[in-house]
């Protein structure tokens, strides 16, 4: 791929920046994934909290959420079940910095964000790693979920180009650093992030043979850290991430005319090449080194609850769409071995098809579901693809934060910019219970940013979003869902892919006037007395 232009100057750079912001910011996240309703569980029937947006009912809102979770109906740490993992995350690409340093390799959002407010040096995690750790025991979670930069251990991606010591070295030490401290790691094999000389050699997972050597590259990772790594997620949202690169065109990874046509190839394309390369990575574990090692390996994807925009039935056909086009599109693969009829329908020569040997492959290559989840929205029919403004154009589905009668989904919480809707994720839950005859589940992000508050250490807000998502998973384990751990994202304010370093999302703040300090928030704070309790007690 040639140098691009586009990224050659800083001022462009943050151009691009801010372009991305609002077109992932209003789209990608909001899109990302969806669910069907249970029929028992239309928003009408299932209470939803209709809020007067505005200042007084986000507070009014906060404080009720407070006085809650101050009560002793709040369901305490020993309430959950045995070995549930609290934790929270970050990936490489948005904490580590150290671009330069230990003889990594470049990846793709070293060239994306080449120059963006210093995207390669910022957090700085890659030198500070033990201090960070110590941090996170300080909050007392006992897990912490990281990624590891393919670029660091392989610097070209391929074995034939070298393996990387210095980089091999530094998640051994963050490995063994972890542990010492009673801090079981949560690994992602890949967050987003990936080198970028096999973007350039062959465009990245546009191309199968980045299948083999991403399964080279798990395999390295297996031999050399899985003796004390006993959860393993290959990808982190591969559908987000494949409409991020191919329909979004982040980085001008691609070719593909469908940012003009709306008619897209490649992001089935890549979203094929990710779950093949899944597969195999799964399976290799599960044949070599599951048994001696006693992990687990799973996939994360992004999660939101799809409602009707109204009673209408293309509506409601319209949130089913969005929903099979979202999340289907990753999980019907890995529970049954193909992509949504709908899918085949719609998309039709477009969607790749996968081999006999890929679908058994496929069927039972996790452990569990990693989840992120945010919030939730209503979906309205749309029949004129140029007029999607999300990336499924073949869902002809649009995303509503207002209904037809004019209800939200909970609350517009005015300090982070987003629906707060726990509900959602309640919903989320008990739909994959049901659908996949009740799988073994991690939340593996949950959060709010501090966008539009004067002091981001005061983050009431963020309190009352959290506890309102560890209530609802809850009250989804009391009925029968197997959710084993809850992360918060994030533990540390991170690079943002849309927001650059804009939206604090830490529970740690990360004071860039002040040597990079990182510095507890109240929700630091507040987590930390929530999970340290029966310690002191
Ligand atoms: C809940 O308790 C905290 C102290 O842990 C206090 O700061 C806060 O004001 C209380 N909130 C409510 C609504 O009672
Ligand atoms: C895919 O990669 C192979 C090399 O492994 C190369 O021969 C082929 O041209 C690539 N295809 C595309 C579309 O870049
Ligand atoms: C679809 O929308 C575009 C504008 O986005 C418009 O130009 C076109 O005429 C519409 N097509 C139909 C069939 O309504
Ligand atoms: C706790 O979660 C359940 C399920 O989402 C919900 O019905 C209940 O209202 C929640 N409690 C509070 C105080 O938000």
């Not at 909050?139 to 660091?152: A, D, E, K, Q």
């Not at 300090?517 to 630091?524: F, G, M, N, V």
Request: proline letters at 4%; hydrophobic letters at 35%; one cysteine or more.
């Amino acid at each position: 791929m040639e140098k691009m232009e586009i990224l050659s100057s800083l001022r462009i750079t943050k151009t691009v920046l801010a372009i991305l912001s609002l077109v992932l910011l209003s789209n990608i996240r909001v899109q990302a994934q969806g669910i069907l309703l249970l029929p028992s569980q239309k928003p009408s029937q299932r209470e939803t909290r209709v809020i007067q947006i505005g200042e007084g009912a986000t507070t009014n809102a906060h404080d009720s959420m407070l006085k809650f979770v101050n009560s002793s109906s709040f369901p305490n740490r020993e309430t959950f079940p045995r070995g549930f993992l609290f934790g929270a995350g970050t990936s490489a690409p948005q904490i580590e910095g150290g671009s330069h340093e230990g003889g990594r390799g470049l990846g793709i959002f070293d060239e994306i964000y080449s120059g963006a407010d210093k995207f390669d040096t910022k957090i700085e995690h890659y030198t500070r790693y033990k201090k960070d750790v110590q941090k996170l025991k300080i909050l007392g979670v006992n897990s912490y979920r990281f990624s590891i930069s393919w670029n660091r251990v392989i610097p070209d991606g391929t074995l034939k180009g070298g393996i990387n010591k210095e980089g091999i070295n530094f998640y051994n030490n963050l490995i063994n650093e972890l542990l010492n401290n009673g801090i079981e790691p949560f690994v992602t094999i890949l967050h987003l992030d990936y080198p970028l000389a096999l973007q350039k050699k062959f465009g990245g997972f546009s191309n199968h043979s980045n299948v083999k050597h991403f399964k080279d590259y798990s395999e390295l990772l297996f031999k050399t850290y899985g003796d004390r790594v006993k959860h393993w997620t290959t990808f982190n949202e591969p559908e987000v991430q494949a409409v991020f690169e191919a329909v979004y065109n982040v980085g001008k990874l691609s070719t593909d005319p469908c940012p003009t046509t709306k008619i897209c190839t490649e992001v089935y394309t890549k979203l094929h090449n990710f779950l093949i390369a899944h597969a195999m990575a799964s399976k290799l574990y599960k044949s070599k080194f599951q048994a001696i090692q006693e992990g687990e390996i799973g996939l994360v994807i992004s999660s939101e609850s799809y409602f009707p925009y109204s009673s209408k039935l293309e509506d409601v056909d319209a949130a089913q769409r969005l929903t099979d086009f979202t999340w289907g599109w990753v999980l019907e693969p890995l529970f049954h071995g193909d992509y949504p009829q709908i899918m085949r329908k719609l998309v039709g020569k477009r969607l790749p098809k996968f081999t006999k040997n890929e679908k058994e492959m496929l069927k039972g290559s996790i452990d569990f579901i990693g989840i992120n989840y945010y919030t939730s929205h209503f979906v309205r029919h749309e029949p004129n693809r140029t007029k999607v403004t999300g990336g499924y154009f073949d869902a002809l589905a649009n995303t509503e934060d207002i209904n037809a009668e004019g209800k939200t989904l909970g609350y517009l919480d005015q300090y982070g910019g987003r629906y707060v809707y726990p509900e959602g994720l309640y919903n989320f839950l008990l739909y994959i219970k049901k659908k996949y005859k009740n799988p073994k589940i991690y939340i593996t992000e949950n959060g709010i940013p501090s966008i539009k508050i004067p002091n981001p250490l005061k983050d009431k807000h963020r309190i009352a979003f959290i506890t309102a998502h560890i209530n609802a998973t809850k009250t989804a384990i009391d009925d029968g869902v197997n959710v084993r751990g809850y992360f918060a994202w994030a533990a540390f304010d991170t690079f943002d892919f849309k927001d650059g370093y804009s939206h604090n999302m830490g529970l740690y703040h990360v004071d860039f006037n002040d040597c990079l300090k990182r510095i507890p928030t109240d929700t630091a704070k507040w987590y930390k007395k929530y999970l340290t309790r029966d310690l002191k007690e």
